[in-house]
C-alpha cells in the first residue's frame, strides 16, 4: 500500500505513543501521574511493603578513596606549598576522610536491616536511597552485600548522574520531577536514616521535619548519624531559645553513633512486640 501523508503526520500517531506531544506544558498534569503511578505499580509488582530512606551525601567516600584522594592532594601541595586552592583542597580532603567512615556504617546498616527483614519472601523495610554515588551507594551497597533488594530514586538533573551498580535493577528509577520523587521517598517509609550531606541532604531532613511537626507524617522515625558532626552543623536549640519551634519539637529525631544504634532505635519505635 503507497504511504500517504496523512499516516506520517504527527497528528495521526496515537497520543499515548507520541513522545513530543506529551512533553507538551498543558500536559504536566499527566507526566506527573505518569511519574507516580510507575514507580508505585512497579513496587506493588516487586511485593514492597515498607521501607528505610538512607540519606547523605553523593560526594562522601568510602574510607580507602577518601585516603587516596587526601594523598594525591597532599602530593599537589608539596608542589606549590603556597599556593591557596590547594591548601584548601587537602582542608577538604582531610575533612573527608573523618566522614568516610559513615559510609561502611551506611553499608552496615543497610546489611542489617536487609538480612533481618527481608526473610521469607517478605520485602518489609526495604532501604531506598537517592541511587546515586556515596552515601547512597553505601546503602544500596549493603543490601546487595546479602543478596537483598533495595530502591534507587535517581533524579534526571542538568549534570551527569547515574544510579549506582548496587540498586536492585528491577526497583531503579528516575524521576523528572522532585515533588513526585520526594513523595515516593516516603510514601512506604518506616525511617529515615541522615548522614551527613549537603543541600539535597539537608533538603529531605527538614521537609521530614516539617511534616512530622505539622503531623502530615506519623509514625516515622528519624535518625541522625553522629551527633557531633549534627550539632556542630545546626544549633537546635536556638530554634526553641528564639520560639520558632516548641521543645517538643526536638524529640522528632534521635542520634545514633552507628549502624547497630540507629536500627535497634527504629526497631524499638516500630517491631514493639
Known amino acids: 500500500m503507497e504511504d500517504l501523508p496523512q499516516s506520517s503526520s504527527p497528528a495521526y500517531k496515537r497520543a499515548d505513543s507520541?513522545?513530543?506531544?506529551?512533553?507538551?506544558?498543558?500536559?504536566?498534569?499527566?507526566?506527573?501521574?505518569l511519574e507516580w503511578s510507575k514507580a508505585e505499580l512497579t513496587q506493588q509488582d516487586?511485593?514492597?511493603?515498607?521501607?528505610?530512606?538512607?540519606?547523605?551525601?553523593?560526594?562522601?567516600?568510602?574510607?580507602?578513596?577518601?585516603?587516596?584522594?587526601?594523598?594525591?592532594?597532599?602530593?599537589?601541595?608539596?608542589?606549590?606549598?603556597?599556593?591557596?586552592?590547594?591548601?584548601?583542597a587537602v582542608a577538604i580532603a582531610k575533612n573527608q576522610l573523618t566522614l568516610a567512615p559513615f559510609y561502611d556504617e551506611?553499608?552496615?546498616f543497610s546489611r542489617l536491616v536487609s538480612s533481618t527483614c527481608q526473610i521469607d519472601g517478605r520485602c518489609e523495610y526495604v532501604v531506598v536511597t537517592g541511587g546515586g554515588p556515596?552515601?547512597?551507594e553505601a546503602g544500596n551497597r549493603g543490601a546487595a552485600d546479602v543478596g537483598a533488594k533495595s530502591i534507587g530514586l535517581n533524579i534526571d538533573l542538568p549534570f551527569e548522574q547515574a544510579p549506582n551498580p548496587y540498586v536492585t535493577p528491577s526497583l531503579c528509577f528516575t524521576f523528572r520531577?522532585?515533588?513526585?520523587?520526594?513523595?515516593?521517598?516516603?510514601y512506604?517509609?518506616?525511617?529515615?536514616?541522615?548522614?551527613?550531606?549537603?543541600?539535597?541532604?539537608?533538603?529531605?531532613?527538614?521537609?521530614?521535619?516539617?511534616?512530622?511537626?505539622?503531623r502530615k507524617v506519623k509514625d516515622l522515625s528519624v535518625v541522625l548519624m553522629g551527633k557531633t558532626y549534627w550539632e556542630d552543623l545546626i544549633h537546635w536549640k536556638k530554634f526553641v531559645e528564639f520560639g520558632l519551634i516548641s521543645p517538643n519539637d526536638l524529640s522528632l529525631f534521635r542520634y545514633a553513633e552507628t549502624a547497630r544504634?540507629?536500627?535497634?532505635?527504629?526497631?524499638?519505635?516500630?517491631?514493639?512486640t
Do not use: C
Not at 18 to 33: G, K, T, V
Not at 47 to 62: N, Q
Not at 177 to 186: E, I, S, T
Open 46 to 88: 516487586e511485593g514492597i511493603e515498607s521501607t528505610i530512606v538512607v540519606f547523605g551525601s553523593a560526594r562522601l567516600l568510602e574510607p580507602a578513596a577518601a585516603q587516596a584522594e587526601l594523598a594525591k592532594a597532599e602530593q599537589a601541595l608539596a608542589q606549590s606549598p603556597n599556593d591557596a586552592d590547594k591548601q584548601q
Open 18 to 33: 507520541d513522545s513530543e506531544f506529551l512533553q507538551r506544558d498543558e500536559l504536566r498534569a499527566i507526566r506527573l501521574q
Open 261 to 272: 544504634e540507629a536500627w535497634d532505635i527504629i526497631a524499638q519505635e516500630h517491631l514493639r
Open 134 to 136: 556515596g552515601i547512597m
Open 177 to 186: 520531577y522532585f515533588a513526585l520523587r520526594k513523595m515516593h521517598f516516603l
Open 188 to 214: 512506604r517509609a518506616k525511617a529515615l536514616v541522615v548522614f551527613p550531606g549537603g543541600f539535597g541532604t539537608m533538603d529531605e531532613l527538614f521537609e521530614t521535619l516539617t511534616l512530622l511537626q505539622t
Open 106 to 108: 551506611a553499608r552496615e
